[in-house]
């Protein structure tokens, strides 16, 4: 398939120079269904990106799509700031019992503005509440967001320097495996925190994704993150685990941590929360946390009652029962089987993930972007992270077919060797 | 009407505690239509609030309401990050054509993450990132939003309180009006200015709303504007102007800064500029200031494809023509009329306004929040503002009828009146 | 008298550039007595600046340089840090009687690192802990000092930027008379702390200058300072007097806040405590605020024990009865009429002052540069203050004789008329 | 020898509770000589701390008194700010021709405010306006002085949490042996200063003491100070070594950095440069970083005099020719093989020190407290350090005999068994 750039005209003259995905897609899209979108010359391409993990259940769920439409033309309430609604009560009620109740979490649930950021931020608001600290812990290669807040536990050093500020009030501890496993786990961490010395202000909480997506697909090992738990608990520090990303399915469980046996004092959820790409978040909290004051922390949007709607319809489909996890995990078998012949042909590059969610690192960062570019070109969607976009990442929606991942893989395997 | 509370049981037993509006309404609202909103009892309630604002042309407005539906029925692109897609071509045409145009306003176009709050964080960081310095001013009782950037400019001691972390690079200075006409416009803010040892920091920008919504519909004068405008160039400063409540129309023209006849160098917009209440925003800026590098700001819901359906069917609707900026300026004549019907009676209120926001102060904080709990008893939903919550505010739809109007007047009136 | 530059080799090309005054009065000193100064080639030079407010009661007064070479040769401690020694005992007995308990004032002493600076860290952070609040209110064309502490406090903008860091935790509030009467005291000030929408952070304290000596000897009125302490009384704001330049005799009174009759909660003086020019701090503040934990604050030469003799010496001499105060007063009757005589014949500048601190200011800025240029020629020696080095600041030691008063005040006037 | 502890009233009543030094010794000292101090009582201690490092030349030296004295009868300038003095002059040439030329150091000589801090924030504000970047990385368990800006890169938690204000823009990282050789040099340091996602903000500065003499008598080794001037090289950040502790010939030459080879960029000194306990520092930096603006940095008492005196007299006396690097380490050698018989005996103690700087640290910290409380009694003066003061700190007078630090050794050696 050869694709013809179309003239991107009011984009380039009107759009702010800010934009980026675009740039590197240089399509029009119009459709989408499943894992595959349509640009406006009919050319279709399939999906290894499902908006950037927004898009678990694949691009308009037919199942949400009833639902949402359904919700629309009876007058359903859009806009309910944080008003009680039948939607936001019905989603309340399933989110309970299909999530909460079967996992045993003692969660109270926020709903903060509809963006990740906004869910990062009431986090970091609500634990340097609770104790009193202005001081977060957060790990190298971390992303949370672009507001200042979340900006300041953000590692990425240009998103960082757009702050127009110094960040401050954060402090990055070195991830899992940050030195390839010749330093014990948390040995600076701990250290610091022991040592009145130290010169590390005692902090509120530790945030930390489980499998960090944008920092370029690093996994954090279960044993890890059990420990880090263990060190929050000991240090007073509470335990943010922010799965806007990774949670939902992303790894296999509804949580990501849930496969460490961990339970975090606070959870941030976003991106597929709604199933259908519609903006949604959540804040989660143990009850003895929910010492806010009414409207202490608020946004205009933070009850868009339509995602309530496919969120709850998406928690009814998949996650009533384990398929959806037990799905996810044969298909990560099948990626990693792929990754596996391709980094066997290819010294190069290396690989890692968990569930469907894959990184293909490359030594040289320039060769990472040409996969992606050849990939494009090939009608398939892939796109770079980590700090020097090095990491090829794969994160496909959970609901696709074994012939189109497998159709994926192909097409990237072809671009890894034609990209040699 | 008598309303009978609902039992409420999962919003608080699940919903943390930093729910609020619904404290005040006690509903569980099902479908809404316009001006009215119908709770899953059947009672009917006038929206005077309109989501704050983001309901300028009424709940699930039908031409809207078909333009959103035929694009989930056609599986148009729902979830598109910063892609180019159809739905956004037809957005920035429109928007270029109907509002920027006709205005002869020059502004490029941002999508930051689709709440206001974003919207303000991108604002703040190109001001600070175009001139190199830290400082901005916000004027007292403005209202920004609640992430950590846009919380450190905005009054509320209660919600500043929340940050966890003392706000700084902010300094707020006095609105139009603050001392009630005793002292000259910007007499502190230009000296401060000017005297090399005044102990301010030079600001990057100002930061203000045209009418301040959240800090008691405080109105300031065009002139004041004006004055507001030329200090920024003379001290070079960018004007930054947060439309996101008084913008869509609300106070006549399309922005609320065009009265004064003023061009920002900034300008945010969120709340109706969907016009169906679905999350979204923009960041307006000068073309010279578009000095963004591509993904330095970004959020996973900038590209909510169906709002930007809905926000073409809304201007090409509503602003292809100056009828609603007329019809807004009468309806406003009629609150105005009926406001000074009632504060002749009530000699401890006050009101103020333009187009269709307005507020009546009360002497007694406790009078006005007795005059929203009256109304919700009669099926009139109104909601306080101001620094003690002592402003009846009215935000009514900008396309309700003059009868609902006339009836929603009345029966404030009638609270008035029961409360005193 | 003319005075040839002499050959300044190894202070240009071994000190650094950040050097100032001796720029403008390019001799080597080396003796000085009482008001005088002599240089290496025997050139005299009368001292209308005393060390910046160091030397009030001259240079290398006899009576104090008796005290300190009898300490020097009998091996007293010199340095001791913050041990128990004789001469701190004799210097807070004196200090007891002779100071405060005249004055009925109930403070606690503490000795800072030597310098006025390090007085002001400790004001600022004792009054921080003790409030449990991060924000103090400085004023316009404050000057504390130049450690980040004090300097986030001070005015200067070219002495802010020497910070390298935005400089926070700081507001600005308008000086006595800082528009000129037009505007009521503290109006801006009392508004902010009462309207919870004004977006100032409580601040746990106000620190002020009686006189701003650095600012251009802006002289705060009475009442003024009486209704700055009936404001922070009601606001639960500490209120810190800096009487580290106007302190210790230079208005009348030993401290210049006696004048108002207020009892600061927190006071720092620096400069002539030691009475000899030696380096020596204190920060007094009421009993109830001594919340320090041992070692909390501390600095190697805050036992400077010959000061400390020097200081006790001074009391003893000048303080045991009301003298001084009453030969300052008159010295500065015999100021203030000269500087009408020569305002009366130049137009453009006006003067103020009080005690023995005075200041010229000059409509242009350079014209007052010129007059101290003029005036070392002539072999007298005066320095600029103010934001734009406009004042000609007249500061002789208290204890300046009435005729070589006549004679700076001869020489200034002759300065003024030549530099015409 | 039984001390008796005399009555300390007017310390007790009117001095505040920071007092800290005064509490261990109970004793009010009146004078001393060389190595030894007499209490009011007679007594005589000898001193094992030679005011935290500032009396090198031992209490008094006859040599400095000398001049000292000779300087005061002339009627020498006292207080000279900034101004060129015949004794300033003297001191910049001695300085040149003793200490810098000597050594090939390139510095220019600023003179902050007399204190440590007050050279450490010039030294700090110099850096970040050089390097146009706020942060600055500090070591574990540094101390660098108690005003804001070097409290911020101080590690000591007691102390940091004095400031009433968050610490910002300072990082911690790992000092030399802090993780007792199990991890590589600079590790962690390194990676966050290559990695572009690690969250760091990017260093201006590094801040170290080459012993770190409040943490603990933690000795850099020579190879450690060479690989951080190359680390500062390679990343474009300025290297300072706070000597105010370790210069002055502390640990054998002059300068502390010597033995290592390396030459800061910056260096700060204060304590023992006026030889004889009063107040003075420097800082000195490369001549291509003496980009202040006249008066940028100021201070009051920058130019005191009477210690430029003392400090000449004690370059010319001392550090002529090389026998007093020569003696101390001949007297580093005594205290070695002191304190290697008595950790033989003790086996819960260990050692570590260079030159005539030495630490015994206890498992018990305790204990560290009981010898020196013992050692009071004993009339020996000796004081802990490290973060839980865990540690006997060994810092005698450069010029102590060696029957005098023999005298203390045995007296150290009785205290420990005593205490056991």
């Not at 995905?21 to 406006?40: K, S």
């Not at 963006?115 to 509440?129: F, I």
């Not at 202005?134 to 967001?145: I, P």
């Not at 199933?275 to 003895?288: A, I, Q």
């Given at each position: 398939?050869?694709?013809?750039?179309?003239?991107?005209?009011?984009?380039?003259?009107?759009?702010?120079?800010?934009r980026?995905?675009?740039?590197?897609?240089?399509?029009?899209?119009?459709r989408?269904?499943?894992?595959?979108?349509?640009?406006?010359?009919?050319?279709?391409?399939?999906?290894?990106?499902?908006?950037?993990?927004s898009?678990?259940?694949?691009?308009?769920?037919?199942?949400?799509?009833?639902?949402?439409?359904?919700?629309?033309?009876?007058?359903?309430?859009?806009h309910?700031?944080?008003?009680?609604?039948?939607?936001?009560?019905?989603?309340?009620?399933t989110?309970?019992?299909?999530?909460?109740?079967?996992?045993d979490?003692?969660?109270k649930?926020m709903?903060?503005?509809?963006?990740?950021?906004?869910?990062?931020?009431?986090?970091?608001?609500?634990?340097?509440?609770?104790?009193?600290?202005?001081?977060?812990?957060?790990?190298?290669?971390?992303?949370?967001?672009?507001?200042?807040?979340?900006?300041?536990?953000?590692?990425?050093?240009?998103?960082?320097?757009?702050?127009?500020?110094?960040?401050?009030?954060?402090?990055?501890?070195?991830?899992?495996?940050?030195?390839?496993?010749?330093?014990?786990?948390?040995?600076?961490?701990?250290?610091?925190?022991?040592?009145?010395?130290?010169?590390?202000n005692?902090?509120?909480?530790?945030?930390?994704?489980?499998?960090?997506g944008?920092?370029?697909?690093?996994?954090?090992?279960?044993?890890?993150?059990?420990?880090?738990?263990?060190?929050?608990?000991?240090?007073?520090?509470?335990?943010?685990?922010d799965?806007?990303?990774?949670?939902?399915?992303?790894?296999?469980?509804?949580?990501?941590?849930?496969?460490?046996?961990?339970?975090?004092d606070?959870?941030?959820l976003?991106?597929?929360?709604?199933g259908?790409g519609?903006?949604?978040?959540?804040?989660?909290?143990?009850?003895?946390?929910?010492?806010?004051?009414?409207?202490?922390?608020?946004?205009?949007?933070?009850?868009?009652?339509?995602a309530f709607?496919?969120?709850?319809?998406?928690?009814?489909a998949?996650?009533?029962?384990?398929?959806v996890?037990?799905?996810?995990?044969?298909?990560?078998?099948?990626?990693?089987q792929?990754?596996?012949?391709?980094?066997?042909?290819?010294?190069?590059?290396?690989?890692?993930?968990?569930?469907?969610?894959?990184?293909?690192?490359?030594?040289?960062?320039?060769?990472?972007?040409?996969?992606?570019?050849?990939?494009?070109?090939?009608?398939?969607?892939?796109?770079?992270?980590?700090p020097?976009s090095?990491?090829?990442?794969l994160l496909?929606?959970?609901?696709?077919?074994?012939?189109?991942?497998?159709?994926?893989l192909?097409?990237?395997?072809?671009?890894?060797?034609?990209?040699?």
């Amino acid at each position: 398939m050869t694709i013809t750039p179309p003239a991107l005209s009011v984009f380039e003259t009107l759009e702010s120079e800010v934009r980026s995905y675009c740039r590197g897609w240089p399509a029009v899209f119009d459709r989408a269904q499943g894992a595959r979108l349509t640009d406006e010359d009919g050319h279709s391409y399939l999906d290894f990106f499902a908006g950037a993990g927004s898009l678990n259940y694949g691009h308009n769920n037919p199942v949400l799509k009833r639902a949402l439409i359904d919700y629309i033309e009876r007058d359903g309430i859009t806009h309910g700031l944080d008003m009680a609604t039948t939607a936001k009560r019905a989603f309340l009620e399933t989110f309970q019992n299909v999530i909460l109740r079967p996992r045993d979490l003692p969660y109270k649930v926020m709903f903060p503005g509809p963006t990740g950021t906004n869910a990062v931020e009431s986090a970091l608001k609500l634990a340097r509440k609770v104790k009193g600290r202005e001081s977060v812990v957060s790990f190298t290669n971390a992303f949370h967001g672009m507001s200042l807040g979340s900006l300041a536990v953000t590692g990425n050093a240009f998103k960082r320097a757009g702050a127009g500020i110094p960040l401050v009030h954060g402090t990055p501890m070195p991830f899992d495996n940050y030195f390839d496993g010749t330093v014990p786990d948390f040995l600076w961490f701990e250290r610091l925190l022991e040592d009145q010395g130290s010169g590390l202000n005692k902090p509120a909480a530790v945030i930390v994704e489980t499998v960090q997506g944008e920092g370029g697909i690093n996994v954090a090992r279960a044993e890890w993150l059990r420990a880090l738990q263990e060190l929050c608990e000991r240090q007073d520090m509470l335990l943010i685990v922010d799965d806007i990303q990774m949670g939902c399915g992303r790894t296999g469980g509804f949580f990501s941590f849930e496969e460490a046996g961990i339970v975090p004092d606070i959870v941030t959820l976003s991106k597929s929360i709604s199933g259908y790409g519609l903006p949604m978040s959540l804040c989660l909290f143990k009850p003895e946390l929910d010492i806010w004051e009414p409207g202490e922390h608020n946004g205009t949007f933070r009850g868009n009652n339509p995602a309530f709607v496919t969120a709850a319809a998406a928690l009814d489909a998949y996650w009533a029962d384990g398929r959806v996890e037990q799905q996810t995990k044969e298909r990560g078998l099948q990626v990693e089987q792929a990754l596996l012949a391709i980094c066997a042909e290819e010294p190069t590059a290396q690989f890692r993930g968990r569930g469907l969610v894959w990184g293909m690192e490359f030594e040289d960062p320039a060769r990472a972007s040409a996969v992606c570019a050849r990939a494009f070109e090939l009608g398939l969607l892939l796109e770079t992270s980590g700090p020097q976009s090095e990491v090829v990442k794969l994160l496909p929606p959970l609901t696709i077919t074994t012939e189109e991942l497998d159709e994926g893989l192909r097409t990237l395997a072809r671009c890894v060797r034609e990209t040699a």
